[in-house]
């Protein structure tokens, strides 16, 4: 466990709050959608689609009736987490086919698990459509949404707007950070 992992009875917890004082989860496809929104709308996010995810996050937010969005390292898919040291599974593409549907949304969260602000403009890019590819031949629908790897992303012009630039070229929707 690290800073960023949350104990599943506190998660639980979170969740029961959540759903004491009225809120409902949405997807980004929601979000993004022209219809209403619920009076309490919340989006719940969880980067790198650990294998453990199922078992312990979803089963507790499908039993509250929540939703969620995962942000998928695409190349790192069936491997371990890498960035990070290794040794913990993530979910593989038969888990991603198999789960994904109206209660877990995919989102992108770059090929490497790259920090952006140590990218160029076309190595973003790049990286957006090898990612895309790849989910797209494996039949994962996923939200065009971005979570920034590190939350980075950069942080100087001309590169800042540049990024905005090219995101919104080639369809990327939006882009969050921690």
Not at 24 to 52: C, Q
Not at 57 to 85: I, Q, Y
Not at 150 to 172: I, N
Request: charged share 30%; glycine share 8%; hydrophobic share 40%.
């Amino acid at each position: 466990a690290d800073a960023l992992t949350v104990p599943l009875e506190i998660f639980n917890a979170q969740l029961d709050a959540l759903r004491a004082r009225g809120y409902e989860s949405i997807s980004f496809a929601e979000l993004l959608a022209s219809g209403p929104l619920p009076s309490k709308p919340i989006l719940l996010t969880f980067d790198d689609a650990y294998a453990d995810f199922e078992p312990f996050a979803l089963e507790s937010m499908r039993a509250r009736k929540f939703k969620a969005t995962v942000f998928l390292p695409v190349g790192h898919v069936g491997g371990e987490n890498a960035w990070d040291g290794g040794g913990e599974p993530l979910m593989n593409w038969d888990d991603l086919r198999r789960l994904g549907g109206p209660d877990v949304e995919w989102g992108l969260h770059s090929w490497n698990h790259d920090n952006y602000r140590n990218l160029d403009i076309e190595a973003m890019r790049n990286d957006l459509q090898r990612c895309r590819a790849k989910l797209r031949e494996e039949s994962v629908d996923f939200a065009e949404v971005l979570a920034y790897p590190y939350g980075g992303f950069p942080r100087t012009e001309p590169a800042r707007s540049d990024m905005k630039v090219m995101f919104r070229k080639e369809g990327l929707q939006l882009a969050l950070r921690i």
